[in-house]
């Protein structure tokens, strides 16, 4: 399976980040690099030093998943869902929440899988319980970054503005997060 390397990463609503990304096979190959543990464990694993020791799924409605990621120094980040609607190979629904949350409340992940061609198009979309919670988890994606410790100092700051009740509207939002990619990458 290949990546063809032309994620999008866009807003739907509020409360919304939509990814999309296309592959070149198709959909069947595509819904189980999602589902099966064994290929999960290959792809979902983060900056380099990190593994992932747990990666639990339990494919049915009602069924749960479990991933723990561990880095070379010992630090540990989890977290884990519930599956609340599978279609296979077409759709998958299901719950998101973190051991220790770096947003607030459960996020609400659905997956869609279009083939075309003998390409899939992989559209995942989620909820998140308020914009702050999505601006929060936004602002790490668009700034790309891959070095945890930087990307949790931003996230730490970024909440604590939030959770002070920090109001911004949408260019001072912007600015803000450029100032916090800025301060923590040096860029």
């Known amino acids: 399976m290949q990546n063809t390397g032309n994620l999008k990463v866009t807003t739907g609503g509020d409360r ?3 990814m999309t990304r296309a592959f070149n096979a198709p959909r069947r190959l595509v819904f189980n690099a999602l589902t099966k543990p064994e290929l999960v464990k290959q792809w979902l694993l983060g900056p380099p030093g990190w593994t992932m020791p747990v990666c639990e799924i339990d494919l ?6 479990r991933y723990v ?18 279609v296979p190979p077409e759709r998958i629904l299901c719950t998101e929440l973190f051991d220790e949350a770096w947003y607030p409340g459960e996020s609400l992940i659905t997956s869609t899988l279009v083939e075309q061609a003998g390409k899939t198009t992989l559209t995942t979309t989620i909820l998140y ?3 702050e919670a999505r601006d929060g988890v936004l602002f790490v994606v668009r ?17 604590e503005k939030n959770l002070l ?4 509207n ?3 939002r912007e600015a803000a997060y450029g100032q ?3 301060h923590y990458t040096g860029g």
Do not use: C, P
């Not at 700034?143 to 909440?159: H, L, M, P, Q, S």
């Not at 009740?165 to 911004?168: P, Q, Y």
């Open 60 to 65: 049915q409605v009602g069924g749960k998943y």
């Open 180 to 182: 916090y990619y800025n």
């Open 170 to 172: 949408g260019a001072e």
């Open 165 to 168: 009740g920090v109001v911004l």
């Open 129 to 131: 319980v308020s914009r």
């Open 16 to 18: 919304e980040i939509v």
């Open 143 to 159: 700034a790309g970054v891959t070095d945890v410790e930087v990307a949790e100092k931003a996230v730490a700051e970024f909440r």
């Open 69 to 86: 990621w561990r880095h070379a120094d010992g630090r540990e980040m989890g977290m884990g869902g519930v599956y609340r609607e599978i």
